[in-house]
């Protein structure tokens, strides 16, 4: 949690696009990798870094054909900020926990009567949301493969 915390305090300081994507990779994965601890299987949160990591590559082209090739700033003060807010937040968390009485929180979470299961997903409710999400994720995808031409090659334009 509390790398979660560094990466994400890391996320606000800075302003060069392609450290910002470098940052969000390594928030999908440290989220995947507790989803999947969290679950039963680990192909729920398989799935869903497949998905943040195919939506930032999109990002990653468009900001890579708009941004100008900037150099990046050194990261030590930029580091002590966030590792110091950080370090705070967690103290005020641990505090605001022995007040509240919820020291066993996190083993309640795991039990396995808290489990989320992935079957829950295309259960009678929810099957119609998914199916028409897959839908409209591989039109999105057929379009934008029609739209770009492969013909004029890549979006960034060379010097």
Do not use: C
């Amino acid at each position: 949690m509390s790398l979660s915390m560094i990466i994400t305090t890391t996320f606000m300081l800075i302003n060069n696009p392609l450290m910002l994507s470098i940052i969000l990779i390594f928030q999908a994965i440290l989220t995947s990798s507790i989803m999947g601890q969290m679950t039963l299987s680990f192909w729920f949160s398989y799935i869903m870094f497949l998905i943040i990591i195919g939506g930032m590559m999109v990002i990653f082209i468009y900001i890579t054909s708009l941004a100008s090739n900037e150099l990046t700033q050194p990261l030590m003060k930029i580091s002590l900020i966030s590792i110091i807010m950080s370090t705070i937040f967690m103290l005020f968390l641990n505090q605001m926990l022995k007040l509240m009485n919820m020291e066993m929180l996190p083993n309640e979470l795991i039990s396995p009567n808290y489990i989320w299961s992935t079957k829950m997903m295309f259960n009678e409710p929810n099957w119609m949301i998914t199916l028409i999400m897959m839908i409209y994720l591989l039109t999105t995808m057929i379009i934008v493969t029609k739209i770009v031409s492969t013909n004029k090659g890549s979006l960034r334009q060379t010097n």
